[in-house]
């Protein structure tokens, strides 16, 4: 018969809920991680953020490297009275000298929740599938949906007057990116139009338009596909995102040749979309590729929210997904440990 685990930590796999993909959460679960968020800004803004992470760890894995994601989720462990670990495969035996199986388990005994930025989707789905903490998806090969938590509330905190989120029109020129993945899912799932625009042969595959279909049947959304750059005419907002990513290099002249011009977010194109459509970018940009320099300083662009939001997010996602396992101790319990360990030491 197995040993029963002597461990001190919560071990209980039940209700154990992974951030990997949007689509895994209801539209009334992703508004409340947008409404924690808004709370959390407030209470950053009036540098009065509750203690929700005291004592606790987040582990961070990191296969690629990164700015906005590291030091969004340092930060917020930070605020939130709790600690980060940079974790990089330099520095663990991550699939090499151990199981990625046995690394999730391990981990899952030390800290309250990972965080891990893979090369292949599958890397974190099997982290999660082993952990008995919450493992969140800080970017895989097909899915971003940390950055899209920030984006739709970036989106909620410029939208224009008199127009809900459902009335939203969203333009995403450029490539089939985890990016644009994870945005075309949220934004169908909460009755927007999306629009990703781009050459033939990067546009988005199957898959993510069926997803995409299904959600707008729910939500009374709408998906276009389209090389028309004429397209982004009357949209809210313009994303643009790199033309390539780690492991494309080798595609790098052909992509480039493909997408510039004609899909750089240029002044003409955010004019054609109007004169109140705003631009939005995950960063790093490329200045001068995927998007002009004019168009990232210029008066219609917010993607320093953006990234900024990117804190909001990590804040609220640390909270929300570890506050169900959040024990305060009573006052007793903590003085009993404390004389306890006193008469000991005072004994040594
Ligand atoms: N947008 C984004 O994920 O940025 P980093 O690669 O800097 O984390």
Known sequence: MKKPSSSATNLNKENLKHFLNTQDFTKKELQDILDLMKMLKEARRDNAIPQLFKGKSVAMI?????????????????????????????????????????????????????????????????????????VINGLCDWLHPTQIMADIF??????????????????????ATNVNSSLMFACTQ????????????????????????????????????????????????????????????????????????????????MDLAGENAIFMHCLPANDQREVTREVMEGERSVIFDEAENRLTAQMALLVYFTHQHHVEPSEETIKYHEVKINDFLKKL
């Open 62 to 134: 990191f296969e690629q490297p990164s700015t906005r994601t590291r030091v969004s989720f340092e930060t917020a462990a930070t605020l939130l009275g709790g600690h980060a670990l940079f974790l990089s495969p330099r520095d663990i035996h991550l699939g090499a000298k151990e199981s990625l199986e046995d690394t999730s388990r391990v981990l899952s005994r030390m800290v309250d929740i990972m965080m891990a930025r893979v090369d292949d989707h599958k890397t974190v789905a099997d982290l999660a599938k082993y952990a008995s903490v919450p």
């Open 154 to 175: 970036t989106m909620m905190e410029h939208i224009p007057e008199g127009k809900k989120l459902e009335d939203l029109t969203v333009a995403f020129v450029g490539d």
């Open 190 to 269: 909460f009755g927007m139009h999306y629009k990703h625009i781009g050459p033939e042969k990067y546009l988005a595959p199957k898959k993510w338009q069926d997803i995409a279909r299904d959600n707008c049947k729910k939500s009374g959304g709408k998906l276009t596909i389209t090389e028309d750059i004429n397209e982004v005419k009357g949209c809210d907002i313009i994303v643009a995102d790199s033309f390539y990513w780690f492991g494309q290099e080798a595609e790098k002249e052909e992509r480039l040749t493909t997408f510039i011009p004609k899909y750089v977010v240029t002044k003409e194109m």
